[in-house]
């Protein structure tokens, strides 16, 4: 194998950073904060929740109170994927999950909202 002279070069560089001016603390003038003021509070969106779910053998479509739920036939970790949207602002995912848990489906991982 032949050997190639490899001759090392070094290279300074210099950054200059832009100082930033801070002022006296005796020439600063005292500010005050703005008062916060509290937004209105916009009432909770309604938003469909969606969940893996593994389902018994021949298990239709669950029926549970105060939610609209569609089955999607694809999902990752389970046979299919739940979309379920509220009826009202009443009902919790937790009182989903505890419905579909009664009915024999096992819930996969976290929901997500959209």
């Known amino acids: 194998m032949d050997s ?14 832009p100082r930033l001016h801070r002022p006296n603390q005796a020439s600063s003038t005292h500010l005050q904060p703005a008062p916060v003021q509290a937004a209105p509070v ?16 021949r298990q239709a479509l669950p ?18 994927t739940l ?5 009202g ?9 505890d419905a579909l848990h009664a009915q024999g489906i096992q ?3 976290l929901t997500r909202r959209r």
């Open 83 to 87: 979309q379920a949207h509220p009826d």
């Open 4 to 17: 190639v002279p490899v001759q090392a070069q070094t290279i300074h560089m210099t950054f200059t950073l």
């Open 107 to 109: 819930t996969l991982g």
């Open 42 to 57: 916009a009432p909770t969106s309604v938003t469909d929740v969606y969940i893996e779910v593994v389902l018994p053998a």
């Open 63 to 80: 029926r549970v109170p105060g939610w609209q739920l569609r089955l999607w036939p694809t999902a990752s970790l389970g046979d299919a």
């Open 89 to 97: 602002p009443q009902v919790s995912v937790a009182s989903l999950t």
